[in-house]
């Protein structure tokens, strides 16, 4: 397989997003993916009181103040956001999110639906691998919101433009231990503590000796009032022990 992609690399074929290699791959929206395999880890999860969103901000630099690495965005009253990958690529689809929700709100008179702004991110995600002279996205982006029905919705995107509804699940850094952790401990009835003690332990076995509770940012959005609320990060290194 390593030798095929080097073979396709020599020809070409990962020199545009619009050609496919002879054995039917985009190799610029594979690169893509492993940019984001790259990128800081960020999970979400259902919880009985809402949608869970924890990140890593990665701050590298002691020197860097870590309030202004922003890796965690509310989207509108009901939706919430994370990211992992390249964080510009991210910021531009969020404020996309952004204006389509209130576009919606303005226009109906009522929030959008989660799937139905994923569907439209994801729209235009898909829409960067088929045009010349662009490329993909290189991010992921975890949606969390809670619907009118009451009910949470749990969303990551690819940089295909292909998304999938979770229960639980982790981007980026580790995803896969983090998601096989994932995978043995969540429960359906997890409550917001127990989630958030979960990704931490997620976190702490994906970053190993880079983990610090300070980089940490969460947030969730209440599934009764469809509110999202940042968590303070007090609560954070009190469940980090």
Not at 89 to 107: M, N, S
Request: charged share 30%.
């Amino acid at each position: 397989m390593e030798q095929a992609t080097v073979n396709h690399q020599m020809m070409g074929y990962d020199r545009t997003s619009t050609m496919f290699s002879p054995d039917g791959r985009l190799l610029q929206v594979e690169y893509a993916k492993k940019t984001i395999r790259q990128g800081s880890t960020a999970i979400g999860m259902i919880c009985k009181e809402g949608v869970l969103l924890v990140t890593d901000k990665r701050v590298a630099n002691k020197l860097v103040v870590g309030e202004s690495v922003e890796k965690l965005f509310q989207v509108d009253e009901h939706i919430g956001a994370t990211i992992s990958g390249f964080v510009s690529d991210g910021r531009i689809l969020i404020e996309r999110a952004r204006v389509r929700a209130q576009q919606h709100r303005v226009t109906y008179d009522e929030s959008i639906d989660v799937l139905e702004l994923v569907r439209g991110i994801c729209d235009m995600k898909q829409w960067f691998t088929q045009v010349g002279g662009a490329r993909p996205f290189g991010v992921s982006i975890l949606f969390g919101g809670v619907d009118e029905d009451g009910g949470g919705k749990l969303f990551a995107t690819e940089p295909s433009g292909i998304f999938f509804q979770y229960k639980a699940v982790a981007v980026g850094e580790g995803e896969v231990e983090v998601n096989n952790m994932l995978s043995k401990e969540y429960k359906d009835d997890l409550a917001l503590q127990e989630g958030i003690k979960l990704a931490i332990r997620g976190l702490k076995k994906a970053l190993i000796k880079d983990f610090d509770v300070d980089r940490l940012s969460a947030a969730y959005i209440d599934v009764n009032e469809k509110k999202y609320r940042k968590i303070d990060p007090n609560l954070l290194r009190k469940l980090s022990k």
